[in-house]
């Protein structure tokens, strides 16, 4: 078969923005049979696979494309299964153009071979066509604890459950998924498949209990000393929201993007028959330059604002947001306010009357224009002030989505927990054993916020990891 | 699910309710909080944990009809159950060391406020509760505040019971007349706290006040729940519901309180039409 020497990409099929920035639906649609064969055709199949070294979870990529080139996509998709727990999910969030697609050959000249697109292809034929035999394996009499299920902790259950492992999940919200139901919006990544993820967990015999917030409701000393568990895993994720300290943060209006994201995705505030309110402001400033911040701003637009901007302090070079999703957002219309920093948050306030309604809501965004200077040690480029340079924007909500770090919650109630400046759990790497017996960690919990490849890959590692310790207790 | 094993109204617009909830009851301390959701569709919402059974592994929580959650919650029946109820939340209120304490209610924040004056009487600490109401119709657990008391004043706005007034005045009149209160402990509306602490701050009475904003996951992942206490940022959530009174931003808590006001009004209007249907 000769290569297609397409230096471009298919492009994805996506709905038009016009039409998308008003909707929840999926923003793209997926390669249809006939594409991604024609796209699998412009791989070269190299030696040196260049493509798996970029890849967290070195997936066998040349290998599963070569199985889409002959049209068996459900051998590609078992090729996949091998390295990654969450096929469909990665192949729609993943930073491809950071990782795999980075070192991909064809990228020398033109666009790399499209692997991510390749991956959801791949997993959304699986999950249409393909119905997984029912599996219970064999109990090996070892029960499990997982704390969180995000993507760490699904891929540590999943790995272990599919070992003979009784594993427990217990998850603080009423929903599991971890970001990807509570932050990750429905456009980018529909909720029915983080469902089927979760259903196929409890089908191996994983069982989720929700509403347990581990610290709270049990600790992770009860975990090990009185409920019998074998061994812990934590993969609690980076939930806490930093604000930026300046005036007006306590304005109404003004939304960490968690918040916001929460009511939207998790409690699905932007549906009629929800019962939890978000404020559906018509001109929106999202503070950060990350996937957070664009999920957000794309949120906003879906929610009826007119007018969204991203008030970034760095330059389109520094956005540390996907470019594919940069891409989206300034397609669909939100502005781009670049080496721009918020100084205060603007409200509306009658002198006159203190019980107006209005008093205390947002009413703009006081900023400075920032330059360039000197790279710091990590080689980046500190902004600094450009003096006399302010600028107010008019907006009626300000979404901050400058970072989150890993909540103390569990490192406080647990003692012997070994933790970093950052709030990090300090693990080994190669195994995510804790300086706790018996306990894991891994995922944003330990790296503070991070990419689900990476939680799923560290969720993957703890899983063989505590299998190879509770084994070799046998001995 | 979660059952409501027990269900009594304690007046027209409060209702008591004991939930089936053996993992929160098995830890749950005066001064914490849980969160429920009452179906599918429903929102999150706090409230305090107003007494437990550990045997019987029930929470017990006392609610207010004030809106469209509180309303669905008041809808269901004994036997029913509902969607989620997570906890306990927050950090217990501080009770050690606690010799002579002057509690004070008002309105359903009586109902927080009893588990911490029972704790406390139990613990033999000396215990001084005024407690207040618009009028005697919204009276809610006096026999409780008796038992739990050594000294009980009940307030109502129009006098129909208990003496006439609002619940600073005994306090400072208790002040003044040489109470050495180790601490005052005031739960109840924002405008009763703010002025709780306005009459006790002269004195240089320390005093802890119960903090109620908005709040949805109730673990420090969404920052709503934020207040300036002391001039920094706390998320009642998890540093509270407790704080110090004296460093606590009421005006800024109260602006705050007010962001989903025409939300919840029209949600509520919805959620009442929808019952007086169901009843036709
Ligand atoms: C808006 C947004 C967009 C993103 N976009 C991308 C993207 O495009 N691509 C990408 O690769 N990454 C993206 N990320 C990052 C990615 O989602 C995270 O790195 C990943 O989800 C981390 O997985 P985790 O399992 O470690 O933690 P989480 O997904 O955070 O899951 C942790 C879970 O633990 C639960 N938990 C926490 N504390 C407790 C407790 N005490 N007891 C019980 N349960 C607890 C939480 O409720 C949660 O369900 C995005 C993140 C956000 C917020
Ligand atoms: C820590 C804490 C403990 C509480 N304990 C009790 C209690 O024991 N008994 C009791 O009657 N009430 C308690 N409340 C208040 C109770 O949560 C609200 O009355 C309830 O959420 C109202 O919901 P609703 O839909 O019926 O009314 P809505 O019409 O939605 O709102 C009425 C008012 O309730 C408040 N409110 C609305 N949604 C929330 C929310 N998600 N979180 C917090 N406040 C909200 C707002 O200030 C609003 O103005 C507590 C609140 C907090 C934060
Ligand atoms: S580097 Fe690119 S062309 Fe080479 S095997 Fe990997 S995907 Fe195919
Ligand atoms: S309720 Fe979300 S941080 Fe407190």
Redesign the pocket.
């Known amino acids: 078969m000769a290569a297609n020497m397409n230096p471009k990409k298919n492009p994805m099929p996506s709905q038009p923005p016009e039409v998308r920035a008003h909707n929840f639906q999926e923003v793209a649609t997926g390669y249809t049979k006939d594409t991604a064969i024609d796209e699998a055709m412009r791989c070269l199949g190299c030696k040196h696979m260049p493509c798996v070294s970029g890849c967290p979870v070195n997936i066998h990529i040349p290998a599963f494309i070569a199985k889409i080139k002959e049209g068996e996509f459900e051998e590609a998709y078992q090729i996949i299964a091998q390295s990654s727990s969450l096929p469909a999910v990665c192949g729609r969030v993943c930073p491809q153009e950071n990782q795999c697609e980075k070192h991909c050959v064809r990228g020398i000249k033109g666009e790399p071979v499209g692997i991510g697109r390749l991956e959801r292809f791949v997993a959304d034929w699986h999950n249409t066509y393909v119905q997984d035999p029912p599996m219970r394996p064999e109990p090996n009499g070892y029960k499990v604890a997982v704390i969180g299920a995000g993507p760490a902790g699904l891929a540590c259950a999943g790995d272990l459950a599919k070992k003979g492992y009784q594993v427990t999940i217990f998850e603080a919200l009423h929903t599991p998924g971890g970001v990807l139901v509570y932050g990750i919006p429905e456009f980018r990544l529909p909720k029915s498949i983080v469902r089927r993820e979760v259903d196929a967990l409890r089908a191996l015999g994983g069982e989720i209990q929700t509403n347990v917030v581990v610290g709270k409701t049990i600790t992770t000393d009860e975990l090990l000393h009185e409920m019998g568990f074998d061994a812990v895993f934590i993969g609690s994720g980076a939930g806490l929201p930093r604000f930026m300290g300046i005036p007006g943060e306590f304005l109404k209006g003004v939304y960490s993007a968690n918040e916001y994201l929460t009511r939207s995705n998790l409690m699905r505030a932007y549906q009629e028959n929800s019962?939890t309110p978000i404020i559906r402001a018509k001109r929106v400033a999202v503070v950060g330059g990350g996937n957070v911040a664009m999920d957000a701003a794309r949120t906003a637009l879906r929610l009826g604002a007119e007018k969204v901007y991203i008030v970034y302090r760095r330059s389109m070079e520094e956005l540390p947001a996907r470019y594919e999703e940069v891409e989206h957002a300034m397609e669909e219309g939100v502005e781009m306010l670049l080496l721009t920093n918020p100084t205060e948050i603007l409200g509306y306030n009658n002198p006159e009357d203190k019980r107006d309604p209005r008093n205390g809501f947002v009413t703009g965004l006081r900023c400075v224009k920032m330059e360039l200077g000197e790279p710091d040690e990590r080689g980046r480029r500190t902004p600094v002030e450009i003096p006399d340079s302010e600028i107010t924007v008019d907006v009626d909500a300000v979404i901050m989505a400058i970072g989150t770090s890993p909540n103390p919650l569990i490192k406080n109630t647990t003692s012997g927990l070994e933790v970093n400046a950052r709030g990090g759990i300090v693990v080994t790497e190669e195994t995510g054993a804790t300086s706790m017996e018996r306990v894991y960690a891994g995922g944003d919990a330990v790296t503070g916020a991070a990419t689900v490849i990476l939680a799923m890959g560290a969720g993957k590692t703890a899983a063989s990891a505590i299998d190879m310790y509770l084994q070799g207790l046998e001995k | 699910m979660y059952k409501i094993v027990y269900k009594k109204s304690l007046n027209a617009a409060v209702t008591m309710m004991d939930i089936q909830a053996p993992l929160v009851a098995k830890k749950a301390q005066p001064g914490q909080?849980i969160i429920l959701r009452v179906d599918e569709n429903g929102?999150?919402?706090?409230?305090?944990i107003?007494g437990y059974n550990r045997n019987e592994g029930t929470v017990r929580?006392?609610?207010?009809?004030?809106?469209?959650?509180?309303?669905k919650l008041n809808q269901k029946s004994e036997g029913e159950s509902i969607a989620d109820f997570v906890g306990p939340l927050?950090t217990p209120t501080h009770t050690e060391g606690l010799k002579k304490v002057c509690i004070v209610g008002g309105g359903?924040g009586c109902?927080?406020a009893l588990p911490v004056a029972q704790k406390l009487h139990d613990m033999g600490c000396e215990v001084h509760a005024i407690i207040g109401f618009r009028n005697k119709d919204l009276l809610i657990l006096e026999d409780e505040f008796k038992a739990a008391s050594d000294r009980l004043t009940i307030m109502t706005d129009d006098g129909s019971y208990g003496k006439q007034g609002v619940v600073t005045v005994p306090l400072k009149e208790a002040i003044e007349a040489g109470e050495n209160y180790d601490q005052v402990i005031a739960i109840g509306p924002l405008i009763m706290m703010k002025f709780v602490v306005a009459t006790t701050k002269p004195y240089g009475v320390k005093t802890i006040v119960s903090m109620?904003?908005?709040?949805?996951d109730g673990t420090g992942m969404c920052g709503g729940?934020r207040l300036t206490v002391g001039g920094e940022t706390k998320f009642?959530c998890v540093d509270g519901?407790d704080f110090d009174g004296f460093a606590v931003d009421f005006d800024e808590a109260m602006q705050r309180?007010?962001i989903?006001?025409d939300f919840?009004k029209h949600?509520?209007e919805k959620t009442c039409n929808l019952f007086s249907k169901e009843v036709e």
């Open positions: 019962d | 909080f929102e999150r919402i706090p409230l305090t107003a929580i006392i609610f207010q009809i004030v809106g469209s959650t509180t309303a927050g359903v109902a927080i109620n904003p908005i709040m949805i729940c009642a519901p309180s007010a989903y006001r919840e949600a509520y």
